[in-house]
């Protein structure tokens, strides 16, 4: 062996060092240059046999390759240790299945809030909102609802220390917008509201409405349906049927209650319908003129219609959701059906 065959030799262990990929690769290569009975020991027992004159070169590139190695094991091992081993190309192993990242889904609740503004911002309503913690006077009393109204009973109502309360209805934003905006007003507003109910499968302390609001001069009872019935058909499909009855609110006058023809049974009757083939989606009437005193609006000259809108009883219908827990509790098997 030459010096120039020492340097091709040391060039040929520094790549396989650069290649090794574990513990044990490492050892194998210090073992088989390196160890008692590895190549470089044999070149320094050569060396008394070489001709004198290649000797010292033979001996300086042997100590360099025994160096060099020994470094590059070292490092390679702290890297190995460190866990940050770059694997190279040749280790891959392309046939593996890749990993796809898990796509979530909108919540059902989520899609039809959705699905309920886009309708009505086709017909010319923006979207307003207001916060769920609000006043006695945004909740009730500019409201009209007279301080004996049942529904303001701490059983019926989550009320503050500091008299504020969590929202029962979305109706707050009505007072919100008309207090800060002169007319014609045409909004919606979906938001959560929460009700001391006991839950069960068609009640839950924490729901959300679309409140709607239209205010104009000559606004009537007459375009209060016409626009329910349109905004159903475009929701449901036109097979849909659109039924008002007689109601109280003490904000409206008249006042009323819709159903929707029951999607399930297309209204034969079944189990969601509890089989009247009608559901219950909620209330509606012309803006109570003592409302419009309330927010400083000349109730002479204009006149408006105002709903609700109960967005996990559409949920519900649309979709055929037996029960209404199934929309809080979360349960991803649930939820990624509506994507
Ligand atoms: N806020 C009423 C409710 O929650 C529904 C409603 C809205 C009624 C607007 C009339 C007008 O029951």
């Known amino acids: 062996m030459n010096a120039a065959e020492i340097i091709a030799l040391k060039a040929q262990a520094l790549a396989e060092a650069r290649d090794a990929t574990s513990p044990q690769d490492i050892e194998a290569i210090r073992v088989r240059y390196l160890g008692r009975k590895g190549a470089l020991p044999a070149i320094m027992k050569s060396l008394k046999d070489a001709d004198p004159v290649e000797r010292s070169e033979m001996g300086k590139q042997a100590n360099l390759f025994r160096q060099e190695l020994s470094s590059a094991l070292e490092s390679k091992a702290s890297e ?3 866990g940050d081993t770059v694997r190279t190309p040749s280790r891959m192993d392309t046939s593996l299945p890749g990993q796809w990242p898990s796509r979530g889904s909108r919540h059902p609740i989520s899609i039809v ?3 309920i503004t886009a309708i009505f911002r086709s ?3 923006t979207v307003a909102d207001g916060p769920d ?3 006695e006077h945004n909740n009730f009393d500019a409201l009209n609802t007279p301080g004996d109204h049942p529904s303001r009973d701490a059983h019926d109502t989550f009320y503050l220390d500091n008299g504020d309360l969590l929202r029962t209805q979305t109706s707050t934003v009505q007072v919100r917008v008309m207090e ?3 007319p014609p007003i045409r909004i919606i507003a979906p938001g959560r509201c929460y009700r001391r109910d006991t839950s069960d499968a068609t009640h839950s302390a924490n729901f959300h409405q679309v409140e709607g609001l239209y205010v104009d001069r000559k606004v009537s009872l007459a375009d209060l349906k016409g626009d329910i019935t349109y905004f159903a058909h475009r929701l449901m499909g036109p097979g849909v049927q659109v ?3 007689p109601h109280f609110f003490p904000f409206t006058e008249p006042s009323v209650e819709y159903d929707f023809s029951c999607h399930i049974c297309k209204g034969s009757g079944c ?5 009247s083939g009608w559901i219950e989606i909620s209330g509606a009437g012309m803006v109570d003129p003592r409302v419009f005193e309330n927010v400083g609006y000349d109730a002479e000259a204009f006149t408006g219609y105002a709903f609700g809108m109960g967005v996990e009883r559409i949920a519900m219908i649309k979709y055929g959701i037996q029960d209404i827990r199934h929309l809080y509790d979360n349960d991803v098997r649930f939820l990624s059906q509506f994507s």
């Open 80 to 82: 190995s240790e460190s």
């Open 113 to 115: 809030i959705d699905d």
């Open 123 to 125: 017909m010319g309503f």
């Open 133 to 135: 913690i609000d006043s």
């Open 180 to 182: 800060s905006t002169p």
């Open 243 to 245: 039924r008002f009855r």
């Open 271 to 275: 189990r969601v319908c509890k089989n």
